[in-house]
């Protein structure tokens, strides 16, 4: 099928406005400033998109919880985009600009709002100062600014680059940063979507990328047709970005419940020659990792399967590992990210990587006792679940299924007990 | 100063939101390409631009990464070693480029031209090893290429003196 998002491998060239616009581009704005807006958030609901940042909420729920009297009101992208094994956001905005552009701004019309910011990783410079010259392309002709299409409504477009914090794609972080403070989580509620929780304490949609790319389509084609993509619980596309130990790399997108066996081997080309695939992270470092056994590779990448057996599908960043691989060093190249990514507002989360990345160092060093897999998986445990935002979790994962999908290669690194 | 050198960027900045501190990133960016980096006197000047206490900004330097608080070279030097760049080989490629290079893990060569870090995911994990140079992408790397790389920069540096 045609590509809904990554539309520059079937379209050459539509990073530019003028292509763009020849191939449809902005009539999905068009037309949704002919409907109310709370119509447009009806068509998104329907859709049955989900957050694809993550965590998967519904994207048509998400804007309807926005008040409707407030007088400033804002839409923040998510383009923060850190998550380790993560790429794609950068492919969309790199390759379809516009597209971003113009589902920002039917979010910002189906919600009334008074500006939207895109938040971009301080890495993205140069795709910031690009998207900069996109949006003054799109201004011009009326699509953002003053007065959209002649609507009455005003709405200005902004970028703002972060500068090396991956807390920042945490939404409430991500606000913080753009307030131009540090990057820290925020205690929930109220939420960014309530008055008080948002940016400059105003009702505030943050939407990922990715999500808000998939909008226009969906208000060209319909709600049904985008519903009818993908599986019952997990609608459209999905971009699969595939690194790690395999033969062809990249971003994949594919229909929601495609399988891992055809993602990692019909599109990625398997293995190495000569080698089997040994673990797969689904999700970045921040999701549950799980062995390549055949259920798993049999599994349909979707929200609702990936819980089935144990995981997430999150961000989808598959990261694979081969049959070389020593899934202790796996734990502990995650475990120093997260230490390193830590904001330190939460002493769990602060103290604990910390713990965790010396710990597993001795461990690796060969001077581990059994005693101490025991410790990480307890230290790990009591991070879990009592951060103020989901880092906590994500660090803890990586040692708590390690441990207890590849047992062994803890084992191997400690003396036996006496 | 840079009010004067960089009156209509620092406008720009400010008119983008409702709030002077909102603008603090931005300016810090703007200070550091002046200075080279962030020394105690821009952090003055950003604080004094924004209506913020120095502490604070200091903290804001502090926090995130992408401001160096310490002189550094010309061209700065990030490579991911990341999990998905480490699985391609890209902690063997670091070492090897600061071997090259003579420095240690975020030291600067003798000649004041290259600083080199490791540093976590550049969403670039399918053309590892890679690395950004002053923050833009090089990628698909191997050493070869690196040091035809390296003297491209030395020679651009040479034409800049």
């Known amino acids: 099928m045609e590509h809904i998002l990554l539309r520059a491998r079937d379209i050459p060239n539509i990073h530019k406005f003028d292509v763009y616009k020849a191939h449809g581009g902005y009539d999905a704005l068009k037309a949704a400033v002919k409907m109310k807006p709370d119509e447009v958030i009806d068509e998104v609901k329907a859709s049955g998109l989900r957050g694809r940042g993550g965590a998967g909420f519904p994207t048509g729920v998400k804007w309807s919880f926005i008040p409707k009297n407030e007088p400033v009101k804002y839409v923040a992208v998510n383009a923060d985009e850190s998550e380790t094994g993560t790429f794609k956001d950068r492919e969309i905005m790199e390759t379809n600009p516009h597209q971003l552009i113009e589902g920002a701004m039917i979010c910002a019309y189906a919600i009334q709002a008074t500006a939207v910011y895109i938040y971009l990783r301080g890495e993205f410079w140069d795709i910031a100062h690009e998207l900069d010259k996109c949006i003054a392309e799109a201004q011009k002709e009326g699509f953002i600014g003053d007065n959209v299409l002649g609507t009455g409504w005003d709405c200005p477009m902004y970028t703002h680059l972060g500068a090396g914090a991956y807390i920042c794609g945490e939404e409430s972080a991500l606000l913080e940063s753009l307030e131009g403070k540090l990057g820290q989580p925020r205690v929930r509620p109220p939420f960014p979507a309530q008055k008080g929780g948002g940016l400059y304490g105003e009702a505030t949609v943050v939407n990922n990328v990715e999500t808000l790319t998939n909008v226009p389509w969906i208000i060209n084609n319909g709600a049904d047709k985008f519903k009818a993509i993908g599986t019952e619980e997990s609608a459209g596309t999905k971009i699969f970005c595939v690194s790690g130990h395999v033969q062809k790399p990249g971003n994949y997108e594919l229909p929601m419940g495609t399988t891992f066996r055809e993602l990692l081997y019909d599109h990625a080309g398997g293995p190495p020659d000569g080698r089997e695939f040994k673990g797969i992270l689904p999700s970045g470092g921040s999701g549950p990792i799980v062995p390549a056994t055949d259920e798993v590779l049999d599994t349909p990448l979707s929200y609702e399967d990936m819980q089935k057996i144990g995981t997430i599908l999150g961000s989808a960043s598959v990261i694979v590992m081969d049959d070389t691989v020593d899934m202790t060093w796996v734990a502990s190249k995650v475990t120093k990210f997260f230490k390193h990514e830590s904001c330190g507002k939460c002493t769990p989360c602060r103290e604990g990587t910390y713990w965790l990345d010396k710990v597993i160092d001795r461990i690796l060093a060969g001077e581990g006792k059994p005693s101490d897999i025991q410790l990480i998986d307890n230290v790990a445990k009591n991070m879990a679940g009592v951060t103020l935002c989901a880092l906590g979790d994500f660090a803890a994962n990586p040692i708590i299924h390690t441990i207890k999908n590849f047992p062994d290669d803890f084992n191997q690194h400690v003396q036996p007990a006496e | ?161």
Request: hydrophobic share 35%.
């Open chain 2, 1 to 161: 100063m840079l009010a004067e050198k960089y009156g209509d960027r620092i406008e720009a900045a400010f008119a983008k939101y409702p709030d002077k501190r909102s603008a603090v990133m931005p300016l810090l960016y703007i200070a550091q390409e002046e200075y080279g980096w962030v020394s105690p006197e821009a952090i003055e000047e950003v604080a004094g631009l924004c209506e913020m206490d120095p502490t604070q900004v200091k903290s804001i330097a502090g926090f995130y990464t992408m401001y160096s608080e310490k002189p550094k070279g010309k061209y700065w030097l990030h490579v991911c070693t990341d999990l998905p760049c480490a699985l391609k080989g890209a902690d063997e490629f670091y070492q090897e480029l600061k071997d090259y290079l003579g420095v240690d893990e975020g030291g600067t060569t003798e000649d004041g031209m290259f600083t080199v870090e490791h540093v976590m995911c550049l969403a670039a994990c399918d053309k590892a090893p890679m690395l950004q140079c002053n923050f833009h992408y090089v990628e698909n790397l191997d050493m070869e290429k690196i040091k035809q790389k390296i003297d491209e920069w030395r020679a651009a540096a040479k034409k800049d003196e």
